[in-house]
């Protein structure tokens, strides 16, 4: 049986943070706060079994964020009507701009963008929580970043 006072110190503790990069990898708070939600439910079934808490649930939060991404729900029906006029393009920031940029990006090397330069994790982390090899990471930082210089959205922000 776990540890429920070590769970819920744990969850107390880190809940702000993993939110942070359940948003960076969904792009949506509410999708995120989902996600976090099935990620500690997901670690409270495996608690007693795990040594690194935090690294166990990060590595949850991209698998089963790729897996919500290759499962998503198409049924939606588009409307012809927006329900607000949105802000003009000259007025969004070139924060707003990158961060849609790195939302086009695959989603692993999303995660590795996320968990290296948002989560300031270094190589080594990234590499353990996606169970992969450091050079995989390296890899996919170098790809992802090459396509985000590329970006159109980026570039005429730069200029």
Known sequence: MP?????????ASRSDRLLRTAYLLTRDWGTAEDLL??????????WSRIEEPEAYVRRVLVTTCTSWWRRRWRGEVPSGTLPDEGTPDAERSGREELWEAVGRLPARQRAVIVLRFYEDLSVQEVARILGCHDGTVKSQTAKALAKLRVDESIVKECR
């Open 3 to 11: 540890d429920r006072k070590l769970f819920d110190d744990f969850v």
């Open 37 to 46: 939600q099935e990620c500690l439910a997901k670690a409270w079934f495996a």
